[in-house]
């Protein structure tokens, strides 16, 4: 008997129709293929639409990251599948229900919740990007279809994990989750403050909560769960939905302004900003793409030399998305200013708001540490997009040129990879990473150039 399915969200604002442009598809450091389409698959002469000159390897290997996933072969940075034209060959020659389902899921995912499944897609995808096509919402019973048969599927735990050391309901975070979508909408301040704010309103509810769950170290501290190590969301004096009406009352009311006075008393700093995103740019770049699996001396020697050097500004950026490496000049001297352009506004503005809706929050350790990576990926969208402008040789960023930074740092950062299997393997990089993002000042030095 079929399994009824769960109730689907999905986002509103958000147009997409597959434009078959080919381009991102290859783009991908790796493409996983299960064992039901690696089967499926060969019953196809696949060899056929490879290049001659590696039609003698196997089309599909372990992959050299993560030793219990197969992906399909890559050749010339892009997938051994791909024509010269761009397009997948696989889908040329036999049709689009003959791809691997990884590709057929591209660029949907579906993350179940509580609260039933929250359908999202990646902003690696062009047609995404550019809002192409029919609204999302009319393409439900399409989506119902793929669900079952998807890949791309992530579960989300219930109760969710606020912090490393608290919990809150499903209820009390979708009215967080509301709350920060509000915050990135408030017109009258820069984006960047608005990623600040939005950050400053998530710590102080942890604080709220801290207090009222006597979890400040004091006498009355309680203990949190013996089997998660976190406070439960029904523990303390108020509930955590009831907790969080008060915050709201308190910093939300007049347009934030409270809360963006807050926000807006901790200056960033430039120097940990070109060190943070020096360290982890140079960090994926050696240690997760090319799979090596380095000593604890080798990590502790490169951390301190990517560390200084980029603090230092000594050399020039190397961004691996990009074919040349830019100076670090260009970050002063060439204008990113999306509250200034219409369409740089609207593309920023969509996107962040659209992680929000698809989830991103909830799929790492902790929705405090998913919010802070959430930052920095700002910053990272910041490095690329100006690097582009850059090495075109433009004094100011473009809306192609932020297109193309948003789509690097989904493929490299935050939908398709595969990096925090990087801490896994280092725990002493985690370490760093936690020490550096837990200091007040690291929202404001990611968010403001």
């Known amino acids: 008997m079929t399994e009824p399915l769960p109730e689907f969200h999905l986002p509103e604002s958000q147009n997409y129709h597959c434009i078959q442009c080919g381009r991102s598809c290859g783009m991908f450091m790796e493409v996983p293929i299960e064992p039901r389409s690696e089967t499926r698959l060969g019953d196809y002469d696949l060899k056929s639409i490879m290049p001659e000159e590696i039609r003698e390897k196997a089309p599909f290997h372990v992959s050299p990251i993560a030793d219990e996933r197969r992906v399909i072969l890559r050749h010339a940075g892009t997938c051994a599948f791909q024509c010269d034209d761009g397009l997948c060959g696989i889908h040329k020659k036999w049709g689009y229900d003959t791809k691997p389902q990884t590709c057929r899921d591209f660029p949907y995912r579906f993350v179940e919740t509580p609260g039933g499944v929250y359908v999202g897609l990646s902003y690696a995808c062009t047609a995404a990007q550019e809002n192409l096509g029919p609204p999302v919402t009319d393409q439900l019973d399409e989506l119902k279809s793929e669900y079952p048969v998807a890949n791309s599927r992530r579960g989300d735990e219930n109760p969710v994990r606020l912090s490393n050391r608290h919990?809150?309901?499903?209820?009390?975070?979708?009215?967080?989750?509301?709350?920060?979508?509000?915050?990135?909408?408030?017109?009258?301040?820069?984006?960047?403050?608005?990623?600040?704010?939005?950050?400053?309103?998530?710590?102080?509810?942890?604080?709220?909560?801290?207090?009222?769950?006597?979890?400040?170290?004091?006498?009355?501290?309680?203990?949190?769960?013996?089997?998660?190590?976190?406070?439960?969301?029904?523990?303390?004096?108020?509930?955590?939905?009831?907790?969080?009406?008060?915050?709201?009352?308190?910093?939300?009311?007049?347009?934030?302004?409270?809360?963006?006075?807050?926000?807006?008393?901790?200056?960033?700093?430039?120097?940990?900003?070109?060190?943070?995103?020096?360290?982890?740019?140079?960090?994926?770049?050696?240690?997760?793409?090319?799979?090596?699996?380095?000593?604890?001396?080798?990590?502790?020697?490169?951390?301190?030399?990517?560390?200084?050097?980029?603090?230092?500004?000594?050399?020039?950026?190397?961004?691996?998305?990009?074919?040349s490496p830019f100076q670090y000049k260009a970050l002063e001297t060439i204008r990113f200013d999306p509250d200034g352009d219409d369409a740089l506004h609207e593309m920023i503005e969509r996107f962040f708001r659209h992680m929000l809706f698809r989830k991103d929050l909830l799929l790492e350790e902790s929705v405090w540490l998913a919010q802070r990576l959430n930052v920095m990926h700002f910053a990272l969208i910041r490095w690329h997009a100006i690097g582009r402008a850059s090495l075109a040789g433009r004094d100011t960023v473009e809306l192609e040129d932020l297109r193309e930074a948003i789509r690097d740092v989904e493929l490299q950062y935050i939908f398709h990879t595969t990096f925090g299997k990087l801490f896994e393997k280092l725990p002493s990089l985690g370490m760093i990473l936690d020490a550096l993002i837990r200091r007040p000042v690291f929202a404001a030095s990611m968010a403001k150039g």
């Not at 950050?199 to 013996?226: M, N, Q, V, W």
């Open 167 to 323: 919990e809150v309901s499903w209820q009390a975070y979708v009215d967080l989750e509301r709350d920060l979508d509000s915050v990135l909408t408030i017109g009258d301040y820069p984006f960047a403050e608005r990623l600040v704010a939005k950050s400053a309103y998530l710590d102080l509810y942890i604080a709220f909560l801290r207090e009222i769950r006597g979890d400040t170290g004091g006498s009355e501290t309680k203990l949190p769960s013996s089997s998660t190590g976190r406070f439960a969301g029904d523990s303390g004096r108020s509930s955590d939905v009831d907790v969080l009406n008060t915050l709201r009352q308190r910093f939300m009311a007049s347009e934030a302004k409270e809360l963006f006075r807050l926000a807006g008393r901790t200056r960033g700093s430039l120097p940990l900003q070109r060190a943070f995103l020096g360290m982890i740019t140079a960090f994926r770049q050696h240690l997760y793409i090319k799979g090596k699996r380095p000593t604890r001396i080798g990590t502790a020697v490169g951390i301190s030399h990517h560390y200084l050097r980029h603090a230092l500004k000594l050399g020039s950026i190397k961004l691996d998305a990009l074919k």
